[in-house]
Every structure is written in structure tokens, then in C-alpha cells.
């Protein structure tokens, strides 16, 4: 097992003289654009059969973490890819961690640095062997699990260098956090997420794996927490790395790699840059999709493999004629942060700054998951705003810390307090604007740990935008047309009252079988004018294992004395299948798996002399296939579904999914029916 290495970290303090960087002029050949380290290297055959443990993946939901997102240190090795002006540059803000093979070598870089004018104030270094400079194809992915705890996901790197492919867990053991071992051979130059539960490769991961293509999708979804997206390499220079064309620089921005018009590839890369323009991105509005010119050749132009680190973005720059307008490209797409330009003749258009750096996410992070207003929204008294703030470092948050900054057209900026509205989830509303009104804001929150957080990172400089609607609206109003369940079990939606005149809520009414209301008042109950009915929905555990990499859609209905309103309910599909099943002694299930009829029996003890029950079953597919509603008594109980639809049509074998309810409990489990 790769698991079990000792490793030892040394830092140093010193003063220290400027001194040139290195820069070294050779002609690469093809190993090197393919990231080999030598040609005989490229000649072996290609490991497909790893020799690698893997673990229980982590509890879920798990979240992967962006790149654009809060790091603590940055990882890179000697003998260096990388010259000594990045590493001067990146050591002014961040701890740069240094792979060497021994206390020699940490000694010798050492002096390197010093020589070179490094703040060593903000160097350590980890003694692991390692066999190339590529920290970025072979180094640690980082997750948070379902209980908000860090750790490192490690793949089997699909490059024959073991000391290379040994690294991640040496980072895990450094950090002291969880290590998990995915089964799926891969490269980080070839990986890119949003921190949201989506990340995109190129069809080089399903090529070199053994395993089916949704076996690989189901592995990354389990054990990263992401939704996959595959794209065929428009590069054509068989390196097949996605940082090679593209980017995440946020949630909702992606930079693309652009070739002139009479390039051979020029419809590939303009077919993916329209895919992303007409995708919705974690926020739900089509990405925003920034281009860059790399047309390749010499000089090189590998612009998108960049590396973005805290509020600086280092970006590859070779002396072409390009370079200029690249930069112009960042600037516009990331305003706020600070565009470093980085000269170095050793880089190439397969092979770059990104490739031989990688960050090592804070680990301690202050997240705000939060999904934007945007577009267009309906004219209201008030516009709620609402975010999960997670403080990983385990330290408080600061409770004066928590706002709402908003500017209504360009205006100064108004703040109000974030207030607590259920969990880790916080509400702010937005008020004093009129129809027609441009929108911009963002949130702000700080720990007891020193951390502080924006959303968007660079707040006013980049906020969160939209319109309010020209007509106000006099009717009854869901506060979310969408009630998404991401990553929590539980979401909140408000019924407000809009009218000028009292509104009855006589019932809400869902068919949707995952969740049921938490916090409910007594129904009918009346919203006076400007008033407002919270509503907190629950995902009930254990009722589906289903396809996943999707999203569950149904509705909720508010019925009322003025007419209806309807909320969309929208549902990772992992977080169903990741729950655990509910189980309870006072319900029996018997025979399971059936062939015929299967029996449901229960005890109940209460005051009363009966309650409602209904037994509902669904199939592999989420489709609610059976319901029978009844009135049970107190004492023993017993219900059959004898395999057959409410309409009498016989089931075929395969699993299903029966939820019960009796009273205010749901039981929930699966069935199986075997052949006849």
C-alpha cells in the first residue's frame, strides 16, 4: 500500500542579496511537450493496471476545492521547472513548500534562494523523493467531506514515475488530514472543478482507464463531488491536458484558448467556447466565456495555464507578439487581482507555469456557499439574499462581521447584517431601489481565526449583479422558483403576501418523495399584507439510489384563497443516494427480496385511536409507481403491495424504493423483487 511513508519538513529563516534568476534557452523535443522525461520514457508502455489501494471514499456530500479559492502554501520541486523570479514573486504572500530528496538538498536550495533574493521567511520544504518537476499532473487533490472536514484525494498519476505518484500522500500526512485513494488513473493537468460540484476533463481519462465510462464518472462523483464533464481535446498535440486550452477563473468564468480562422482546430475550439456559453454554470445563467489567442509555435503562447494563487494570477508569458493582449485578457476577466507577468524561455505550449506548480488549499478556509440573484427578478418590497458560511478552521464566525454590502445603480454601497436563518445558513435582504434598477452587491464574513471572506473574492471590485423588474408585483410570491439541495439536506423558501390584502394559505402539496416539511405553522393560516409563510423542506434519508451525475426535478405547490404558486424542487442526485437509510424496530419488512407480495408491518403507540398512513413505492427511476393512502389503528398494523402499479399493472424484478408514512414519521428503504 502507497499509503505509509515518513517524511520531514524543514523551514528556514535568513536574510538574504539579489541575485539573477535562472533562465535556460533548449530546444524541446516531443517527450517534453508530452510531459515525459525522456524519450525512452514516452516508449514505455502505458501503466493500466496500477498497482494501487483504494479506500471507502469520503462521507459524503464531498466538495472539491477550485483553484481560485483560498490557499495556504504552493508546492513545487527542485531540480526546478520554474524560474527564480516566480518563485521570488509567489514567496512574497504565501509559504512556498519545496519537495527535495534530503537535508543536502534542502541545504543547496537554501542557498539558492538566498542568493536570489527569496524571502526564506516563507519557505519550507518536504524531503519525498519525487521524479519530475510537474507537482501539477502528480500532486494532491483537496476535498471537504460531508462532515466539513479537509483531505486529500490521491489517483494512481499516469506517468511511470512511483517517487512522483507517492507525493500526495506525503502532503496529507504533512497537513494531517484524511488521505483517500481513488482508483481512477489520471492527471491534475488534466483536471479543473469550480468548487461547486462541476469540474471537466478531456476524453483522455476515460481512454486511459479500464474501467466503463460511468464507473469512472461514479468514482469522481463519490469520492470528489462532482458532476463530470468529458470534452473531446480540440489541441490536437495528443498531450490531451485541459489547462493546455482552458480554465475555471471562477464559479461562473471560463478562459479559452482561440486559433486563427484558417487553423485546422479552429471549430473545435470555437465549438467548446459556444458549449460553455450556452451551459449553465453552478449559479444557474450560462458561463461567462473569456478568450485568449494561442495560436502556438514559436514563440509559444500557453496563456491558459496560468496559475491563480489568492489575489494574484501568474500568467506565462514567452516574448510573442501575443503577450500583451493576453495579459489585456486577464485584466478584464479578473478585475481586482493582481496580474503577474511572468518571462521565462523555458516555457511551452503544452508545458507551462500551471504544469509545474500546484496550491495546497487553505485548509482552514472560511467558505461562503452562496448562489447569486441574477437577470431579471420580480419587483418586491424586499429581496432576500441568502448563504451557507462555513468556518473550517473550527473558530467562530465574528458576528458583527457577517453583511450584505449592496449599491443600487452605481451608488454608494449600503450595508445590512447577515442573521442567522437555519444551520450554517444566513439571510440579508436587499431593499430602497426602484423598477429598472441595476443591483450590484456582495457578502462579507470573518472567524475568530483571522480569516476573512468575500463572495465574489473581489467584492465591489466584481459583485454579484442584476435588474429589478418595472412593474411591482401585487400577488402571492415564492421567494425561490428554485429550491436547490446541493450539498444540505435541508432548504428554506418563503410564501410572501404581496397583495394589499390578507391571504389564506389553505395547504402546500408536493408528490416529490425525498423530502417532507420540517417547519410548518398550522394550515390554513393567513399572511397579512407584506407578511411572509417559511417553509423548511428536509431531504428524507434512504429513499434512492438513482442514476447519478444528475439532478432530481419536482414541485411544490402553495394553494391559497388568491390561487397557486409553484416552486421548483431541484436535487443532487448524490445527496439522495449518499444518505443512509432510516431504520426503526417498530417497522418489519418481509420477505426482501420478494417474488409475489411483500408485507409491511408496524406498531403503534400513541393517544390517539388511529392516524393517516400511506405506503409509497417508486422504481429504479424515481417514478412513483404505488400509493395507498389509509387510517391506522394503535396496536399492530399490516400493509401488502402485492408488485403491481395503482393501475394494476405487474412490476418486473429489479430494485425499488417504498417510503411509508405514518402520522408525522417516514420509514424508507429499499426493496427488491427477484424473478418469478
Known amino acids: 500500500m502507497k499509503f505509509t511513508y515518513p517524511f520531514l519538513l524543514i523551514c528556514f529563516f535568513a536574510s538574504f542579496t539579489s541575485v539573477s534568476g535562472q533562465q535556460t534557452t533548449i530546444q524541446q523535443p516531443d517527450y517534453k511537450r508530452l510531459h515525459y522525461l525522456s524519450a525512452e520514457e514516452m516508449l514505455l508502455p502505458f501503466r493500466s493496471n496500477v498497482d494501487f489501494t483504494e479506500t471507502p471514499p469520503p462521507v459524503g456530500p464531498v466538495r472539491m476545492v477550485g483553484e481560485f479559492e483560498p490557499a495556504q502554501s504552493v508546492l513545487i520541486r527542485y531540480t526546478f521547472g ?66 466539513n472536514q479537509p483531505g486529500v484525494v490521491d489517483f494512481p ?179 481586482g487581482y ?55 478552521s473550527g473558530q467562530e464566525l465574528i458576528a458583527d462581521s457577517l453583511k450584505l454590502f449592496y449599491s443600487v445603480n452605481g451608488g454608494e454601497y449600503y450595508q445590512t447584517s447577515l442573521s442567522l436563518a437555519i444551520g450554517n445558513t444566513f439571510i440579508a435582504y436587499i431593499k430602497n431601489y426602484d423598477g429598472n434598477d441595476t443591483i450590484r452587491y456582495y457578502i462579507a464574513a470573518a472567524d475568530q481565526s483571522g480569516r476573512s471572506m468575500r463572495h465574489p473574492y473581489m467584492a465591489g471590485l466584481d459583485p454579484h449583479t442584476f435588474t429589478v423588474g418595472t412593474v411591482p408585483i401585487h400577488e402571492l410570491y415564492l421567494s425561490a422558483d428554485t429550491v436547490l439541495f446541493q450539498f444540505e439536506y435541508e432548504q428554506q423558501f418563503a410564501v410572501y403576501n404581496l397583495t394589499l390584502n390578507d391571504i389564506q394559505i389553505d395547504s402546500l402539496t408536493t408528490d416529490a418523495f425525498f423530502l417532507y416539511p420540517v417547519q410548518l405553522p398550522i394550515l390554513p393560516a393567513t399572511i397579512t399584507p407584506g407578511d411572509s409563510l417559511m417553509v423548511t423542506l428536509e431531504v428524507i434519508p434512504g429513499v434512492a439510489a438513482f442514476t447519478p451525475y444528475a439532478y432530481y426535478y419536482d414541485s411544490i405547490i402553495a394553494h391559497s384563497s388568491i390561487g397557486s404558486k409553484t416552486a421548483v424542487l431541484k436535487v443532487n442526485m448524490d445527496l439522495l443516494s449518499s444518505l443512509s437509510e432510516k431504520t426503526n424496530e417498530q417497522i418489519k419488512v418481509h420477505p426482501n427480496p420478494f417474488s409475489n407480495q411483500v408485507e409491511f408491518s408496524f406498531d403503534i403507540f400513541t393517544n390517539a385511536i388511529q392516524l393517516p398512513a400511506n405506503l409509497r413505492i417508486f422504481n429504479n427511476a424515481g417514478k412513483l409507481i404505488f400509493r395507498y393512502d389509509m387510517q391506522v389503528l394503535v396496536g399492530e398494523n399490516k400493509v401488502v403491495w402485492d408488485g403491481k402499479s395503482s393501475d394494476g399493472a405487474i412490476q418486473p424484478a429489479g430494485v425499488y424504493y417504498y417510503q411509508l408514512k405514518v402520522g408525522e414519521n417516514y420509514y424508507n428503504g429499499k426493496l427488491i423483487r427477484s424473478n418469478r
Open 82 to 147: 520554474i524560474p527564480y523570479s516566480l518563485i521570488r514573486e509567489m514567496a512574497e504572500d504565501i509559504e512556498v513548500v519545496t519537495l527535495v530528496t534530503s537535508n543536502s538538498q534542502a541545504t543547496t536550495v537554501l542557498n539558492l534562494y538566498i542568493n536570489n533574493n527569496i524571502n526564506t521567511a516563507n519557505c519550507s520544504f518536504l524531503i519525498a523523493p519525487s521524479d519530475s518537476y510537474w507537482t501539477r499532473d502528480y500532486g494532491p487533490w483537496f476535498v471537504f467531506d460531508g462532515l
Open 157 to 335: 498519476y499516469n506517468r511511470p514515475r512511483p517517487n512522483d505518484d507517492n507525493v500526495p500522500p506525503r502532503v496529507a500526512q504533512h497537513l494531517g488530514i484524511n488521505l483517500f485513494g481513488m482508483n481512477v488513473i489520471h492527471t491534475g493537468g488534466n483536471m479543473m472543478t469550480d468548487g461547486l460540484g462541476k469540474a471537466a476533463s478531456t476524453e483522455l481519462v476515460y481512454e486511459e482507464n479500464s474501467q466503463s465510462n460511468a464507473q469512472v464518472d461514479e468514482k469522481m462523483l463519490n469520492y470528489l463531488g462532482v458532476s463530470y464533464d468529458v470534452i473531446d481535446d480540440p489541441l490536437g498535440d495528443y498531450i490531451k491536458h485541459i489547462d493546455c486550452w482552458g480554465k475555471y477563473l471562477a464559479p461562473d468564468k471560463i478562459l479559452l484558448g482561440s486559433v486563427p480562422t484558417n487553423d485546422s482546430r479552429y471549430n473545435d475550439y470555437e465549438a467548446i467556447a459556444n458549449y460553455f456559453a450556452t451551459t449553465n454554470c453552478s449559479y444557474g445563467y450560462p458561463y461567462k466565456v473569456y478568450r485568449v489567442f494561442t495560436p502556438g509555435g514559436n514563440p509559444a503562447t500557453p496563456y491558459t495555464n496560468s496559475l491563480i494563487l489568492n489575489k494574484k494570477v501568474f500568467v506565462p508569458l514567452t516574448g510573442s507578439q501575443h503577450d500583451n493582449a493576453a495579459i489585456a485578457v486577464y485584466q478584464q476577466a479578473m478585475p
Open 338 to 392: 493582481e496580474i503577474v507577468e511572468v518571462l521565462y524561455s523555458g516555457w511551452i505550449d503544452t508545458d507551462a507555469l500551471h504544469c509545474r506548480t500546484h496550491e495546497i488549499a487553505d485548509i482552514g478556509m472560511l467558505f461562503i456557499d452562496h448562489r447569486p440573484v441574477y437577470g431579471e427578478i420580480n419587483n418586491l418590497d424586499s429581496i432576500p439574499v441568502t448563504a451557507k458560511i462555513l468556518a473550517h
